[in-house]
């Protein structure tokens, strides 16, 4: 196992929408200062920091005197679109002695098509070379069902991939993941059924996500080679005792081994268009990194086309890897089953998970 104390150099802030609350449950940014003062404390020692920002949605409502989170889209993105300008109003108070601060609004598109997924890499990478620091979110005012990443937990853990993050730091109302004892797990080393066992959705008011989302944002974070550490934002000097003693600041998700950039892309960047399901043989032999043939495949479903992602699944509807297919769907639902030496999926677009 690698050490548990690093030089992180480069650092992604996750910032909850729970932490804008009071216990009244008014809004409160005095926490949000606080985060911010210790953020630029890291930047003058040094180190790279990126914020994913929730907020918009919560600082809309506040505005519109919304009591709950709205359910319509319309009306989620009109607060959105009215609360993300006063959120990066705030954060612009908060950043004081000139330090210099970006916004950036994403979606899973950024992400999915492969020329845009490097344009923001190479954007937010200019940014940090330019002493800047960027400010992420989901661009909730045109996000749909179709793109939306559904929290920012996820959004977090793919940015901290995108740009090969050492370390990110998911900052909640929470002091980490709870076992049955109500105690604290202090070190994962890897994601089991158990682990994800002790997680719970979130029932408040004005967020989505919860436990199950930051565990699901771990794994990503741990597959690509980052540290991640779930802790409460709350606490004073919450982010200086994370990277210093992480495994007393929450619960650290220690990562021993990361993919690289590009199948990093297929793991978790791009959004799946559609599934391939295999049969046994076929499921040993791309776990032991072979191509897949059609002689493998069962069936397939959803529409995509050549250089899509696609989740591969056993005949038991397990998915155990994603690919870069290299046939359409309606060309492989005519040759599945059958013996052909053409490769639906090159071994070196395949990711077992």
């Known amino acids: 196992m690698k050490q548990l104390q690093r030089n992180y150099k480069r650092v992604v802030i996750k910032i909850g929408s729970s932490l804008l609350f009071s216990s009244e449950k008014k809004l409160d940014t005095a926490i949000l200062q606080n985060i911010c003062e210790q953020a630029q404390g890291l930047s003058k020692d040094g180190r790279e920091v990126v914020i994913v920002s929730s907020g918009a949605i919560a600082f809309g409502m506040h505005l519109l005197d919304l009591k709950e ?22 954060y612009r108070r908060f ?15 950024d992400f999915n098509d492969r020329s845009r997924y490097l344009n923001a890499k190479n954007t937010i990478s200019t940014l940090l070379k330019l002493k800047c620091i960027p400010i992420i979110n989901e661009n909730d005012t045109v996000s749909t069902d179709e793109i939306k990443f559904g929290d920012n937990d996820r959004l977090s853990a793919l940015v901290a991939s995108l740009i090969c993050a050492d370390l990110l730091l998911i900052l909640s109302d ?16 890897e994601i089991t059924p158990q682990i994800k066992g002790l997680a719970c959705s979130t029932k408040k008011k004005t967020s989505v996500g919860g436990m199950i989302t930051k565990i699901e944002a771990a794994k990503i974070a741990m597959d690509s080679g980052t540290f991640c550490i779930i802790a409460n934002g709350r606490k004073k000097e919450i982010i200086s005792s994370a990277l210093n003693k992480p495994e007393e600041s929450g619960t650290f998700f220690v990562s021993e081994k990361g993919l690289c950039s590009r199948r990093q892309w297929i793991a978790f960047g791009a959004k799946p268009k559609g599934v391939i399901i295999v049969d046994d043989g076929a499921k040993q032999a791309l776990i032991n990194k072979k191509s897949l043939l059609s002689v493998g495949i069962l069936g397939c479903a959803g529409v995509f086309n050549s250089g899509d992602i696609v989740r591969l699944k056993d005949r038991l509807n397990y998915e155990f890897a994603r690919g870069r297919v290299g046939r359409s769907a309606s060309e492989i639902d005519k040759v599945k089953g059958k013996r052909s030496e053409k490769e639906i999926i090159h071994c070196d677009n395949i990711v077992v998970l």
Do not use: C, H
């Open 69 to 90: 989170r709205p359910k319509n889209l319309n009306y989620l993105q009109s607060a959105s679109a009215i609360g993300q300008n006063e959120l990066m109003n705030t």
């Open 95 to 109: 950043f004081k002695d000139k330090f210099r601060i970006a916004q950036i609004l994403l979606t899973w598109e």
């Open 174 to 189: 929470v002091d980490g993941l709870l076992d049955k004892d109500k105690k604290v797990v202090r070190v994962v080393t």
